[in-house]
């Protein structure tokens, strides 16, 4: 749960990343950047901010906003019907990107930078990305990022957007933001 100006504070930082990553938007387009806290109520250590180009029925394009340190906790986009799940490219145009694959464990030092909530995080294959560095998540794969100290954007190719649907490894996160004011 965030309140209505924490949104509004997390929109208009977003925008100013975008800005520095020189991502050109429409005045329609920088009025819904959308913040999500999964529900864990503290946005500045989990989260994304996202502003989504176009997510049709076969394809989707956002960009992602993170805050220094900020992290997406660790999910999967599960198989839904004849879709094995969505497939997806994060490719990092400013700041840099710690991304986490399963193929070993949690670096100790790693752990240390996950301020709250450690047990719900299992996959630690580190990835670090870089501007014009990326990665491709073939459907199904575990993983979890966090920005480097000075935030970072990401552009993110995908197959469909189910967002509601993908799962995540802490049983207490509930992937619709709930805003009050
Ligand atoms: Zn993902």
């Given at each position: 749960?965030?309140t209505?100006?924490?949104?509004?504070?997390?929109q208009?930082?977003?925008?100013?990343?975008?800005?520095r990553?020189h991502?050109?938007m429409?005045?329609?387009?920088?009025?819904?950047?959308?913040?999500?806290?999964?529900?864990?109520?503290?946005?500045?250590y989990?989260?994304?901010?996202?502003?989504?180009?176009?997510?049709?029925?076969?394809i989707?394009?956002?960009?992602?906003?993170?805050f220094?340190?900020?992290?997406?906790?660790?999910?999967?986009?599960?198989?839904?019907?004849?879709d094995?799940?969505?497939?997806?490219?994060m490719?990092?145009?400013?700041?840099?990107?710690?991304?986490?694959?399963?193929?070993?464990?949690?670096?100790?030092?790693?752990?240390?930078?996950?301020?709250?909530?450690?047990?719900?995080?299992?996959?630690?294959?580190?990835v670090?990305?870089?501007?014009?560095?990326?990665i491709?998540?073939?459907?199904?794969?575990v993983?979890?990022?966090?920005?480097?100290p000075?935030?970072?954007?990401?552009?993110?190719?995908?197959?469909?957007?189910?967002?509601v649907?993908?799962?995540?490894?802490?049983?207490?996160?509930?992937?619709?933001?709930?805003?009050?004011?």
């Amino acid at each position: 749960m965030i309140t209505r100006s924490e949104q509004r504070r997390a929109q208009r930082r977003a925008l100013e990343y975008l800005e520095r990553a020189h991502v050109i938007m429409t005045a329609e387009e920088r009025e819904r950047v959308e913040v999500a806290d999964f529900g864990l109520s503290m946005l500045e250590y989990f989260g994304v901010q996202t502003l989504t180009y176009f997510n049709t029925e076969r394809i989707c394009a956002k960009q992602i906003v993170l805050f220094p340190n900020q992290i997406c906790p660790e999910h999967w986009h599960p198989r839904v019907g004849e879709d094995p799940g969505k497939e997806e490219i994060m490719r990092v145009r400013w700041g840099i990107v710690y991304v986490y694959i399963p193929g070993a464990e949690i670096e100790p030092s790693v752990r240390d930078r996950i301020p709250e909530r450690k047990e719900y995080f299992t996959v630690g294959k580190e990835v670090i990305l870089r501007p014009g560095e990326q990665i491709i998540l073939p459907p199904g794969t575990v993983h979890w990022f966090q920005a480097g100290p000075e935030g970072a954007v990401i552009d993110d190719f995908s197959t469909t957007s189910r967002d509601v649907l993908d799962q995540f490894t802490d049983p207490d996160i509930v992937r619709t933001t709930q805003v009050v004011d």
